[in-house]
């Protein structure tokens, strides 16, 4: 076999141009081979990554959702500014956070709302968002009646030790996990010599504050009856208790920052926004209708985004897979031919060797050989120069799926909105990805293209080797 | 005569081409015993079936009709595919054009005709520098064929033919392509093979001279030997 295979490298070498040129065009071929299957892949991924993103995108407008059919919403608008954080006990004192600013409504109002026709319900609620100091929104519900029970997002969503809010409850709250886990506990200890005293002890516990402990909001001591977990919506990291509770402890008896009003019928509703926006056009006011308004076309966009990527994913799939049939379809048939013509141009030599007594299977290995090292050749080099220049080479055989990403964003007047990101934020394509393909070269791709390499050297070899195999001895007696 | 002496039998060997609707018999019902030691050599005007008989010897072509005994085995009853191990066992071919793998080196080409028969490489090596000695190319053995004179190139091929000792060394017009003065060379090294290793050697020539030297003359004519003449070989040009 040693011997054999030194034969083959050297009836190849004696053909050096021809060899040479040969294995040129293999390698072409070849490289492509090499470095398509990865190309696919990678730009697989990265549709894969704008998918996943879409598909966050469609969750989030899922959730923007949150009104029934016959319910409205009412607020004045939010701001939000940047500032620093002092004195605080979540995070180091001049950390950047989010300052949120709101008007509140007064309980007159309220009252005008709740007495408009078709309206059955108002349900207030006040929100006393964070600020520098006060690092957790404080949430005041009007637990009085039983109306809140409707209204589910009002209250803590998922308690996991205690209870939640409950009609007539004071002096009561329920705090999220992430307070209950890293707040200072101030007002838990009387004195500063007790606070010392337990200083390692609660710095060692997982939760400083549990059910039954106190709490102490804006001063006023609090007992803790429950601890919301993660929560869907927007109320994490926040205290939720009483409204009046929460009026009282900021002295702003009175005044609420939300309504939540129930229609008598989904067929009122726009009249009922009208009317409340005819109190006061500062007010907005969202009914389940308008949130379905503005998502609905966001949702259908969002849909069609997931269909286009997934098609031009196939169409540069395809494309991809054509190359690679041309690819393996072109060194089949350089082999062939070059080895075609060979066999015809050393009928003698071939003769010959059976006449010495070479076996048919000797004469077919033989020749086989010849092409597959032709090939194990070229794809050596190939996969040489798909290392170097995979880059280059990956976006220059195989168009991009995709260009830019996009993204759920709000403009600043809270509308939603597509946009396309330039900059990566964390589940988002950065628009600098498509760019820089990262298709790797793995082992398992190389080895795969070498075993190609050989199966397509002996496919394109066989035919002439069988036809060698086949040569009458008595050629070698032959003479022109 | 002891039946066992005999290299070669023929009997009543009949070969017919089939071309279209005609048939050509360049062979009919020849017979021919040669012994072991001769030195045989074919002579007929062109297309009177030498190369044909030598072929069918050679296990390269087949018997149309007939019988032939290599070394008391019937060949003719032998299947295609196992001809390769006769050819390769018992048969030492020496062509008109050489025939030398250009690729290989001398020693290379010797070497090969045993890698067939499956001799290891130290054996190989050792019977081939042999041979070519004995062939009169010491220290020529890492040419290639394209440096070696046309006399030099016959000189490897017939010790090629020479590597796994065969029962007969078939040679078709071995000095065909050859000039006067490595005709003679190549002539010479045959019969001092015939003479001195007692090597049985069937050659088909059209020269009268190169014929002469041999201890025997078939003249192949209508597909028949008409001439079958005992000659004195002349030892003398050998010294
Ligand atoms: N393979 C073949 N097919 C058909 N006819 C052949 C074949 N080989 C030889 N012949 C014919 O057989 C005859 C004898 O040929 P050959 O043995 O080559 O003659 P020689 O060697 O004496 O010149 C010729 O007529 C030739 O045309
Ligand atoms: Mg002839």
């Not at chain 2, 191990?85 to 001398?106: E, H, M, T």
């Amino acid at each position: 076999m040693l011997a054999t295979l030194s034969m083959v490298a050297r009836s190849l070498a004696r053909k050096k141009n021809r060899t040479i040129i040969i294995i040129v065009a293999l390698t072409f071929a070849l490289t492509l081979i090499t470095v398509l299957p990865s190309s696919i892949n990678a730009r697989q991924s990265l549709t894969q990554r704008a998918l996943d993103s879409l598909i966050f995108s469609a969750d989030l407008l899922k959730d923007q959702v949150t009104l029934s059919a016959t319910e409205i919403e009412c607020s004045y608008p939010i701001t939000t500014t940047l500032s620093m954080s002092k004195g605080s006990s979540l995070l180091e004192d001049g950390t950047l956070i989010d300052i949120v600013l709101q008007d509140t409504m007064s309980a007159s109002l309220s009252a005008n709302i709740a007495s408009l026709t078709d309206v059955v319900d108002v349900v207030p609620m006040r929100i006393e968002w964070r600020t520098e100091s006060q690092l957790y929104n404080i949430y005041g519900i009007d637990i009085n009646n039983d109306v809140f029970q409707k209204n589910p997002s009002i209250l803590p969503s998922n308690i996991t030790a205690g209870r939640n809010l409950q009609a007539g409850d004071r002096g009561v709250v329920v705090i999220d996990e992430f307070l209950a886990k890293n707040a200072m506990p101030d007002g838990k200890f009387e004195t500063q010599e007790e606070y010392e005293a337990n200083i390692a002890e609660w710095q060692a516990k997982e939760y400083v504050f549990n059910v039954g402990d106190s709490f102490e909001v804006l001063g006023r001591k609090f007992t803790v009856i429950g601890i919301e977990g993660d929560a869907l919506n927007y109320r994490t990291n926040g205290v939720t208790m009483s409204l009046e509770d929460l009026q009282s402890i900021t002295s702003n008896t009175g005044r609420v920052s939300s309504l939540k009003v129930f229609v008598n019928d989904a067929d009122n509703v726009n009249s009922v926004v009208a009317r409340i926006k005819a109190l006061d056009s500062e007010l907005v006011v969202s009914s389940g209708f308008t949130q379905l308004n503005t998502v609905q076309p966001l949702q259908d966009q969002v849909a069609s985004l997931i269909v286009v990527a997934q098609n031009n994913l196939n169409h540069v799939r395809n494309i991809g897979l054509a190359e690679i049939g041309v690819s393996i379809v072109a060194v089949v048939s350089v082999i062939l031919f070059m080895m075609l013509y060979s066999v015809r141009e050393r009928t003698r030599e071939i003769g010959t060797l059976k006449a010495l007594g070479a076996s048919t299977s000797r004469v077919l290995c033989q020749f086989m050989l010849e092409g597959i090292l032709l090939s194990v050749v070229a794809v050596v080099i190939a996969i040489a120069v798909s290392v170097f220049v995979l880059p280059q080479l990956s976006s220059l055989i195989l168009p991009v799926p995709i260009q830019e990403g996009v993204a759920l964003a709000w403009d600043a007047n809270g509308v939603m909105y597509l946009g396309r990101t330039t900059v990566g934020s964390m589940p988002f394509l950065s628009g600098e990805a498509p760019r820089v393909i990262d298709a790797s070269l793995g082992v398992g791709w190389l080895l795969l293209s070498f075993g190609l390499a050989v199966v397509l050297g002996a496919l394109g070899s066989l035919y002439p080797a069988l036809k060698a195999a086949r040569t009458k001895p008595a050629e070698a007696m032959r003479y022109e | 005569m002891n039946n066992t002496d005999l290299v070669l039998k023929i009997e009543n060997l009949t070969k017919i081409y089939k071309l279209g609707k005609k048939n050509v018999t360049p062979l009919a019902n020849l017979d021919l015993d040669v012994k072991q030691g001769e030195f045989v050599s074919v002579m007929g005007p062109s297309g009177s079936g030498k190369t044909t008989l030598l072929n069918i010897i050679g296990c390269i072509d087949r018997a149309s009709e007939g019988r032939v005994f290599l070394n008391g085995t019937d060949i003719t009853s032998f299947s295609e595919s196992n001809l390769y191990k006769i050819r390769r066992d018992n048969i030492g071919f020496v062509f008109q054009s050489f025939n030398l793998l250009p690729y290989l080196n001398a020693m290379e080409n010797v070497e090969l005709a045993m890698e067939l028969s499956g001799k290891f490489a130290g054996q190989r090596k050792a019977r081939a520098l042999e041979l070519l000695s004995l062939v009169g190319l010491g220290g020529r053995e890492l040419h290639r064929p394209a440096r070696l004179s046309q006399g030099e190139q016959q000189r490897v091929a017939i010790a090629r033919a020479l590597a796994n000792d065969p029962a007969v060394i078939l040679a078709d017009e071995p000095t065909g392509n050859l000039d006067v003065a490595n005709k003679d060379e190549i002539i010479r090294l045959l019969l001092e093979l015939n003479v001195k290793q007692g090597t049985t050697i069937i050659m088909v020539t059209h020269d009268e001279q190169v014929a002469a030297q041999t201890h025997r003359l078939l003249y192949l004519q209508g597909g028949k030997i008409v001439k079958d003449k005992q000659q004195k070989i002349n030892v003398g040009i050998l010294s």
